[in-house]
């Protein structure tokens, strides 16, 4: 163990010693009460990286009295696997065993069915760990057969206990600093307290030499994982929600990451139609105008523009409605596409239409929906921003088509 990791080294050895997952290894929590039952069964752990996804699946084995199996996508691949699931099948009457699958989200849809059959008839009892959203990355039926756990990353004081086992010698201000830049991996944590035993300084280590000896963790953040997702989530519903400075600062994490800044306009373009729509015409006009700047200053100067697109976007009035009323009107357009449209609108009309400028009002009042189809209403415009004046026109000629009716 000279040689290995710190992390490794560390590693808990008992349930007890497992910190920052103590809303399941807790009296209450699922992992303690399978353990008071002593019955194993098959677990999807879903967690950031670091926060104790292999530790937890180690000791479930051993607190279960298990052999534990370990695979990963990485090493090994189908034949590996098949190979361990024929030697269970063979020796049914050995030890009980949990067969660990880490990175499970490496193994393609098709792959995962491997499992299937297995965790059917309880050949094998699988733990299997992913860092992606399961609703992503597994197919739904491995997805029904474990039970998902779900970890949270390390808070600061598990942290601090963590780092409390360890003898180094820091200042307050640098202790404080090492944790927060771990960014709840403890994992990356210990990676850093090596680099500093690698220093061998003999002194206290203040906050200037911490920086120097240290580098910033990267931001979690990967265009196919589920960060990108959550990410570009928590901007639009920050700007849904109408608070500029949570939306900005979901805005910066992103461009900070290395975020496609076109990936975010067309994103802020959508939210300009879905979310305010005609309650400020001009948003749309904002984002085109915002993407156009974008284009001609380049990545360092246009994202500014994007900055000012997204406050303006948080801070317009917002409306739903011509999202919901295209929904409802492809539903119903879906469901009575067969019916021929009123022959007096036809592209060679019956001597019944009426041409609606030649009415006084600029509008006929006649009906234009099927003969068959009873009148529909899908738009419906809120008292917010210039939709209020969209609301007076809507109500304007439906006046005027009811009296004609």
Same mark, same amino acid.
């Given at each position: 163990?000279?040689?290995?990791?710190?992390?490794?080294?560390?590693?808990?050895?008992?349930?007890?010693?497992?910190?920052?997952?103590?809303?399941?290894?807790?009296?209450?929590?699922?992992?303690?009460?399978?353990?008071?039952?002593?019955?194993?069964?098959?677990?999807?752990?879903?967690?950031?990286?670091?926060?104790?996804?292999?530790?937890?699946?180690?000791?479930?084995?051993?607190?279960?009295?298990?052999?534990?199996?370990?695979?990963?996508?990485?090493?090994?691949?189908?034949?590996?696997?098949?190979?361990?699931?024929?030697?269970?099948?063979?020796?049914?009457?050995?030890?009980?065993?949990?067969?660990?699958?880490?990175?499970?989200?490496?193994?393609?849809?098709?792959?995962?069915?491997?499992?299937?059959?297995?965790?059917?008839?309880?050949?094998?009892?699988?733990?299997?760990?992913?860092?992606?959203?399961?609703?992503?990355?597994?197919?739904?039926?491995?997805?029904?057969?474990?039970?998902?756990? $779900?970890?949270?990353?390390? &808070? %600061?004081?598990? =942290? /601090?206990?963590?780092?409390?086992?360890?003898? @180094?010698? *820091?200042?307050?201000?640098?202790?404080?600093?090492?944790?927060?830049?771990?960014?709840?991996?403890?994992?990356?944590?210990?990676?850093?307290?090596?680099?500093?035993?690698?220093?061998?300084?003999?002194?206290?280590?203040?906050?200037?030499?911490?920086?120097?000896?240290?580098?910033?963790?990267?931001?979690?953040?990967?265009?196919?994982?589920?960060?990108?997702?959550?990410?570009?989530?928590?901007?639009?519903?920050?700007?849904?929600?109408?608070?500029?400075?949570?939306?900005?600062?979901?805005?910066?994490?992103?461009?900070?990451?290395?975020?496609?800044?076109?990936?975010?306009?067309?994103?802020?373009?959508?939210?300009?139609?879905?979310?305010?729509?005609?309650?400020?015409?001009?948003?749309?006009?904002?984002?085109?105008?915002?993407?156009?700047?974008? $284009?001609?200053?380049?990545? &360092? %100067?246009?994202? =500014? /523009?994007?900055?000012?697109?997204?406050?303006? @976007?948080? *801070?317009?009035?917002?409306?739903?409605?011509?999202?919901?009323?295209?929904?409802?009107?492809?539903?119903?357009?879906?469901?009575?596409?067969?019916?021929?449209?009123?022959?007096?609108?036809?592209?060679?009309?019956?001597?019944?239409?009426?041409?609606?400028?030649?009415?006084?009002?600029?509008?006929?009042?006649?009906?234009?929906?099927?003969?068959?189809?009873?009148?529909?209403?899908?738009?419906?415009?809120?008292?917010?921003?210039?939709?209020?004046?969209?609301?007076?026109?809507?109500?304007?000629?439906?006046?005027?088509?009811?009296?004609?009716?």
């Amino acid at each position: 163990m000279s040689s290995a990791p710190l992390a490794d080294k560390l590693r808990p050895s008992e349930i007890k010693d497992l910190v920052g997952q103590e809303h399941l290894t807790g009296e209450n929590g699922l992992i303690n009460r399978i353990f008071s039952s002593q019955r194993p069964i098959s677990l999807l752990l879903w967690g950031p990286p670091g926060c104790g996804k292999t530790t937890l699946a180690r000791l479930y084995a051993k607190t279960l009295n298990c052999e534990l199996y370990s695979f990963t996508p990485l090493f090994h691949g189908v034949a590996d696997l098949k190979k361990h699931i024929a030697e269970k099948k063979a020796q049914p009457l050995l030890r009980r065993s949990i067969l660990f699958v880490d990175e499970i989200h490496r193994f393609n849809k098709a792959q995962q069915d491997l499992f299937l059959p297995y965790l059917e008839d309880g050949t094998i009892t699988l733990v299997a760990a992913t860092t992606e959203n399961p609703s992503f990355v597994l197919n739904n039926a491995l997805l029904s057969r474990l039970q998902v756990v $779900e970890l949270k990353p390390l &808070k %600061e004081d598990a =942290l /601090a206990q963590i780092l409390s086992k360890i003898p @180094l010698s *820091l200042t307050k201000e640098a202790r404080a600093a090492l944790i927060g830049c771990a960014g709840g991996d403890a994992r990356h944590l210990l990676n850093m307290v090596e680099n500093i035993q690698t220093y061998g300084s003999k002194n206290e280590i203040n906050l200037t030499e911490l920086q120097q000896l240290t580098q910033k963790r990267a931001p979690l953040y990967d265009r196919a994982s589920d960060y990108h997702h959550n990410l570009i989530s928590a901007l639009h519903k920050s700007i849904r929600g109408s608070d500029p400075d949570a939306a900005l600062y979901y805005l910066s994490r992103m461009l900070i990451a290395g975020e496609d800044s076109r990936y975010i306009l067309r994103r802020l373009a959508r939210m300009a139609l879905e979310d305010i729509g005609l309650a400020d015409p001009h948003a749309v006009a904002q984002a085109t105008s915002c993407w156009d700047i974008y $284009e001609k200053l380049g990545k &360092k %100067e246009g994202e =500014l /523009a994007i900055a000012q697109l997204t406050v303006y @976007l948080a *801070l317009a009035p917002k409306s739903n409605r011509i999202y919901l009323a295209l929904d409802q009107a492809k539903e119903l357009a879906n469901e009575s596409s067969n019916l021929k449209p009123p022959a007096h609108i036809l592209s060679r009309p019956s001597e019944d239409y009426i041409y609606d400028h030649d009415t006084p009002q600029g509008c006929s009042g006649q009906n234009y929906f099927p003969d068959d189809l009873p009148r529909q209403k899908f738009y419906q415009p809120v008292e917010r921003g210039f939709e209020r004046e969209m609301k007076k026109r809507n109500e304007y000629f439906g006046k005027m088509r009811k009296d004609c009716s």
